[in-house]
């Protein structure tokens, strides 16, 4: 069965540091793979998406993400956190015959000034 | 219109109660998602439509739950005799549907905050 395990609950980081959230995956075959980001009272803005290729993808707001098959991992990166980056982070794995996402249950982020 | 809307924002209803929530998908996608976020929690499916038809309701939790895309463009969840469990954001996503890879990428919109009291 797909599922994504995101074993950080909670991050905090100081503003201008790096950032690495981690994300496992467990699939059946070649996955696609999402990062997406959820501000408090918003809805869900997708980061970065992995289907194929180069296996370091570049996304909005500065965030990239590496896929490791090996590892089964999508971490997603950030050399330098903003303030704004605060947020609920969920990595997600979809399968496209079935169109089905199944999303991590999220890691949250908050940056010290 | 520019991105998935979902009516309404916040419902608050009485544990017993009927609600309707609503999902206007993004013109011309075929593919519609509901899922729920419970508070703490990643967003969970429910239910995929592929045009007019639920193509997969698995994740659906009982027969309380039901969702209907009767011309293939808005979507209704409907969720009869509500309780207070059923508390939670309503999220709806849309997609252009099955085809290349690149055309599973769903949009969300800003969810429904259903409080069953």
């Known amino acids: 069965a797909q599922s994504v395990t995101q074993p950080d609950i909670h991050i905090t980081v100081s503003e201008g540091a790096s950032l690495e959230l981690r994300c496992n995956y467990s699939?059946?075959?070649?996955?696609?793979l999402f990062w997406y980001v959820q501000s408090p009272g918003q809805g869900l803005q997708l980061l970065l998406k992995y289907f194929s290729g180069d296996t370091l993808v570049q996304g909005i707001k500065g965030f990239e993400a590496e896929f490791k098959r090996s590892q089964s991992s999508f971490n997603l990166r950030k050399p330098s956190v903003h303030w704004s980056d605060a947020a609920e982070y969920f990595c997600?794995?979809?399968?496209?015959?079935?169109?089905?996402?199944?999303f991590g249950t999220g890691t949250s982020l908050t940056v010290i000034p | 219109g520019a991105g998935v809307s979902q009516t309404p924002s916040n419902k608050v209803t009485e544990k017993g109660k009927y609600v309707e929530l609503r999902c206007d998908p993004i013109s011309g996608h075929t593919a519609l998602y509901w899922y729920r976020q419970s508070l703490g929690q990643g967003p969970e499916f429910l239910i995929y439509f592929q045009g007019t038809g639920a193509a997969d309701d698995s994740g659906l939790p009982n027969d309380r739950f039901f969702a209907v895309r009767p011309e293939g463009s808005v979507s209704t969840l409907k969720i009869q005799r509500t309780e207070r469990g059923d508390s939670a954001v309503y999220l709806c996503?849309?997609?252009?549907?099955?085809?290349?890879?690149?055309?599973?990428?769903?949009?969300f919109g800003q969810g429904t905050r259903l409080t069953v009291v």
């Open positions: 699939y059946g075959a070649t996955p696609y």
């Open positions: 997600a794995v979809g399968h496209w015959t079935g169109n089905q996402f199944y």
């Open positions: 996503a849309s997609s252009l549907g099955q085809g290349s890879g690149m055309n599973t990428e769903a949009f």
